[in-house]
């Protein structure tokens, strides 16, 4: 369900209005501490994702409580992973809400798990800010606890399907998906492409999370006459997708992803294997970025700490977790859920690490509103324009 500016403001405030015991009092700060959350994957799928994010988020907090924390509060960080399994993810969420009593959740993983977490959070009056997903359910129906972190899948994949209809003359679009509530979403943007761009939609197939033989799959969509391919799959699965077309000699196929396949490392596979892979995200490559100052420094003490490269993963935790201590610090030293609020809707400014604008407001709970079409080519994410 969509909902304009003035829908969403009234949402927002009946649900402020509705709470007003959460707003009052606060879990998971004290005098001289604050408790953030994450339900993540750093084992599963997706973990190339979260475990690189919680370790810039914990670098960064360490930083901050180096210099005396923010208004005298320290900041710890507790991490569960899930490995995209939802019942563990249940079990996470329970621990860190009901028994570490966390104040706030940051960067939790996976669209299916965060939509499943919102009504023990809500009913706590815990924000969940920033979400590894950029499922339009993260913001909507509207909500004063859900902050999305940029463009949504669903948009992002309508301005894939448009870039490459555009430019590389696609006219049947298909899609290969997990069928979760993630997939849905890639799935729903490929299949309004036809009203809203003038494209056929034309197939599907969907896969389990541990799949990875895709052979038939893609002879299935070939056979279809599908020439242009969304993806909401596992990094591993889509990196052997795009191997195996070209092993096939699927060479007039294009293959999209949206922010959930945006990742360095899906460029650095050898071989070329995955070359040509177009992805709509909120932001550009990391790689990108290495001119500015302030992202080469950030860079290279994450690569002193951790030994390699930061990647994607590491990109999202270090401006999440930026922008939640900017948000900690406008709130001021009386910090609960009411004063949170008001700071984060507060927010406005370009983030240092990805170079996007961020701006959030009483109606406008997502952050980021860019979509960046990038290209892999000779083994790097290259920028082919911005929507």
């Known amino acids: 369900m969509r909902m304009n500016k003035l829908t969403i403001a009234a949402a927002l405030t009946l649900s402020t209005a509705i709470a007003p015991q959460a707003m009052a009092q606060s879990q998971g700060v004290t005098d001289t501490e604050i408790l953030v959350g994450s339900n993540n994957d750093m084992s599963g799928i997706f973990a190339a994702f979260g475990a690189p994010a919680m370790d810039a988020t914990r670098q960064y907090f360490e930083e901050v409580n180096a210099k005396g924390g923010v208004h005298g509060r320290k900041l710890r960080l507790i991490a569960e992973d899930h490995g995209y399994q939802m019942p563990k993810a249940m079990q ?22 965060n939509i499943a977490s919102f009504p023990l ?12 997903t950029s499922a339009r359910q993260m ?9 999305a972190g940029f463009s949504s899948y669903y948009d992002q994949t309508l301005a894939g399907i448009e870039y ?13 998906i997990l069928p979760t509530d993630f997939g849905k979403e890639i799935q729903e943007g490929a ?9 056929t939609y034309a197939a599907e197939t969907t896969h389990k999370p541990d799949e990875q033989d895709f052979v038939g ?46 990742h ?23 790689t990108t970025r290495m001119d500015d100052p302030y992202v080469k420094e950030w860079v290279e003490s994450y690569q002193a700490e951790f030994g390699e490269f930061p990647g994607t993963g590491a990109l ?21 859920a009411e004063s949170f609020q008001k700071a984060m809707e507060s927010l406005s400014f370009t983030d240092p690490i990805t170079g996007v604008l961020i701006d959030y407001s009483a109606d406008d709970h997502k952050g980021g509103d860019a979509i960046i079409i990038s290209q892999i080519q000779d083994g790097a994410w290259k920028t082919l324009g911005e929507k």
């Open 316 to 336: 999202l935790g270090r401006s999440a977790a930026e922008g939640l201590v900017m948000a900690f610090e406008a709130a001021g030293p009386d910090l609960n």
């Open 139 to 147: 913001i909507d129906p509207p909500s004063p606890y859900k902050y």
């Open 121 to 132: 959070l809500e009913q706590k009056g815990i924000a969940n800010v920033g979400p590894l």
């Open 164 to 176: 490459l209809r555009d430019n590389e003359g696609a006219k049947v679009v298909c899609s290969m």
């Open 191 to 199: 299949k309004d492409s036809v009203d809203k761009l003038g494209v």
């Open 217 to 262: 799959s893609l002879t299935k969509l070939k056979n279809e006459g599908c020439d242009t391919i969304a993806l909401a799959l596992g990094i591993r699965q889509l990196i052997t997708v795009l191997g195996t077309a070209k092993k096939l000699g699927m060479d007039d196929m294009k293959f999209l992803g949206s922010s959930a396949a945006f």
């Open 92 to 113: 996470n969420l329970n621990k860190l809400v009901n028994s570490d009593k966390v104040f706030v959740m940051l960067l939790s993983l996976g669209t299916p798990i």
């Open 264 to 286: 360095t490392a899906v460029a650095k596979v050898p071989e070329g294997i995955t070359d040509g892979f177009y992805a709509a995200a909120g932001w550009p490559d990391l």
